[in-house]
């Protein structure tokens, strides 16, 4: 199978070789098809993504990212942003679990977020009104609302979830959290043997910190979605463990969830398990499935024995010296 990849910037090289070494010692036969795209490229050749990009993912279906810098406040409009709306990927999938040997807060969280991936405030619909007065225009509308809740009740039902938690402030935004809500509600309705039930974000966020384990499936408007799931990492052990794939109904682009983290780049220290994991739940996604698991047992085991590990979990290990020993763990 062919897998465009854009490696993106900062850290996006060192662990997207990572992916690239740990693919070819599984003999995934995948043939990666690389694109440039994000900050460094739009500094060296005024363009944000290369020529025929768009094109290559329209025709291969897949896709492998990694993580793209957006400037804060002025300049260009997010990467990402660009191509979950252009591909319309509206489902950004975001599994969340505790791993043996990586300290944290709890060892039992075992939840999904779903967060809806095209409209909400991320629409970048925003003006400035007068010299002293911007609007950002907050759009939800039903067709997207019913589509991403649909998709939480189908994910659960397809992987023996009991419970989807639709989060919102509709107590505040009647309408636009509203429609989101009462279009979950609709839809439950056709989904009896899964649980379903609500929560107010604010409060999510005081619950996901006291008990995260009450909780299964998370499906939440974009912004919520973006800002919990940051959340929900570092209740597992920090942005290194959380992967994640933005589906949508004729492609799949698979991240990690963090960053291109300008502090460590080019200095070989950042985890790759993130994308390591996107890459699983990609391989998983195409019927190859025993090399995902082949790579999970790989990874998890090596950080339970604890002896390569890389320094944002408390080890010592460089990212290639992890890759190295996912690899011999892998023979
Ligand atoms: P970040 O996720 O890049 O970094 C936050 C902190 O986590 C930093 O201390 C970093 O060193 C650490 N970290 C992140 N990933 C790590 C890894 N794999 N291994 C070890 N440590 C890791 O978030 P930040 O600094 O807010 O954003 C940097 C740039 O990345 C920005 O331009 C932002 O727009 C962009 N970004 C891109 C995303 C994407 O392409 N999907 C997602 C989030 C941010």
New binding site residues.
Partial sequence: MKVVLIQ????GKE?ANSVKRVSDALQTGIEWIPYQA??EYYQQSGKLMEDGLIEAITENKCAL????????GTGFR???VQLRQKFSTYANLRPVHSIKGVKSRYENVDLVVIRENTEDLYKGIEYMYDANTAHGIKLITKEASERIARFAFTYAKQHGRKKVTCVHKANIMKLTDGLFLDTFREVAKDYPEIESDSVIIDALCMKLVSNPTQFDVLVAPNLYGDIISDLCAGLVG???FAPSANIGKDVTIY??????????AGKD???????LLSFSMLLKDNAMAHLAEKLENAIYETIAEGKTT???IGGTSS?SAFTDALIERMK
């Avoid at 993106?8 to 850290?11: A, N, R, Y």
């Fill in positions: 993106g910037d900062g850290i662990i994000g900050a990212k990694g993580p793209t810098a957006t400037p804060i997010s990467i990402n920090g942005l290194g991240e990690a969830v963090h960053g291109s983290a300008p502090d460590i220290l950042a985890n790759p398990t993130a994308l890389t320094q944002d990212c």
